[in-house]
């Protein structure tokens, strides 16, 4: 395992590292933002490691990271990462980086069946070490950088190529080895995709779909008030303002600063630095036309079909049978929604099970023979 830790804040010396290390058969990879502080999101960190250095990258000090995206991109280059989808969405974000030859101890993990699949519960599991969880939270924006965040940084990426090497062995002689690489070859087509329609992100606060017309309207103008306020302040949205305090005036609608007081999560201090704010946009809600008061659409609910349910449900016996058997959590061995697709088709082969959306051909092999013997069991009746 790799000891120094190589602060790169230097263009010149960011190279030369990425230059050095680009023949590397195996490079660990992390990244740390800062969504629980700003509301910027970026990466700010970039922890990379190979079996002997570690390196913690400062991508505020260093701009071109070209050399780290064409080496996650080379094929002979094995890329470690802990629960890489994260990681791989804002590395697409902020450089257009792909990563190739993808190796995800979290998904080996689960393929394993460890009681405890974070970074944190591994580590100590194989190794004894013990991670201080101080840092979880920690703003990476911040600068200088102490020490203790340095080395708690680069703590997700020095231990990862041991932590590689012991969870193969284990995939290989369970005879795992071809559902992880089959597993890991769909991280390469992992990319961002923006967040839904910004007009109705008000209608995932929680407790939102309880509100009628002008309720919404009043959360409305208060979600928009406080996505300005945070981008204004660059500062997360619930550190302006939290999501149970909106829904608080959304009910309440204060007229008047009496109105604020009592408001759950908004303080004295919090009254007079926002208050008039917060009741500009309650008015502004109250004032909207009855014609333009949001709704929400609900849809009618499809009838129940009961042979498909009863389809599912019986695919789900034979799932949870085979999960005692393989020593593998359900949801991992085949989740539900897979289930629902091989029984809205009825697939009654091989080939019609493997277009399915979701499912692996890894799960085809361990348990499509009994998802058939299910379907057909099926199909030919009570009677038969």
Not at 115 to 140: C, H, M, N, T, V
Not at 232 to 242: I, K
Not at 370 to 383: C, M
Request: net charge negative; glycine share 6%.
């Amino acid at each position: 395992m790799s000891e120094a830790i190589e602060l790169l804040a230097d263009p010149a010396e960011a190279a030369r590292f990425l230059d050095d290390i680009r023949a590397e058969p195996l490079v660990a990879v992390d990244t740390e933002a800062a969504s629980f502080h700003r509301y910027h999101d970026r990466i700010y960190l970039i922890q990379v490691s190979t079996r002997v250095r570690t390196a913690v990258l400062d991508p505020l000090a260093v701009s071109d990271l070209a050399q780290l995206g064409e080496i996650l991109a080379q094929p002979g280059t094995e890329t470690l990462f802990h629960d890489a989808d994260y990681d791989l969405r804002i590395l697409d974000r902020d450089y257009g980086f792909r990563a190739q030859h993808v190796f995800d101890t979290r998904i080996a993990a689960q393929l394993l069946n460890e009681p405890g699949i974070g970074l944190a519960a591994l580590l100590e599991k194989y190794f004894g070490l013990r991670l201080d969880k101080k840092y979880q939270r920690a703003d990476w924006s911040r600068r200088p950088l102490t020490p203790e965040m340095l080395a708690y940084a680069a703590s997700d990426t020095r231990y990862l190529p041991a932590l590689r090497d012991v969870l193969r062995q284990q995939l290989v002689d369970r005879g795992r080895w071809s559902w992880a690489q089959e597993e890991f070859s769909l991280l390469e087509q992992v990319c961002w995709t923006e967040p839904g329609p910004p007009e109705e992100a008000f209608l995932r606060i929680k407790g939102a779909r309880t509100l009628k017309g002008r309720g919404l309207a009043v959360l409305r103008e208060l979600y928009d008030w406080r996505e300005q306020a945070a981008r204004s302040l660059d500062r997360a949205t619930f550190r302006v303002l939290g999501n149970e305090t909106l829904m608080a005036l959304a009910e309440r609608q204060p007229r008047d600063r009496a109105g604020l007081q009592g408001i759950p999560g908004l303080s004295s201090e919090g009254v007079a630095r926002r208050g008039d704010e917060l009741l500009a946009a309650v008015a502004r809600g109250l004032e909207v036309s009855p014609d333009s008061l949001p709704a929400i659409e609900r849809g009618r609910r499809p009838p129940r079909d009961p042979e498909f349910d009863a389809l599912v449900e019986r695919l789900k016996v034979a799932r949870n049978t085979a999960a005692l058997r393989l020593d593998l959590a359900t949801g991992v061995l085949c989740p539900n929604a897979t289930l629902e697709g091989i029984a809205r088709i009825r697939a009654q082969s091989a080939e019609a099970l493997l277009t399915v959306p979701g499912i692996r051909r890894w799960q085809v092999e361990v348990l499509g023979e009994e998802f058939l013997t299910v379907v057909r069991a099926t199909a030919a009746g009570p009677d038969r």
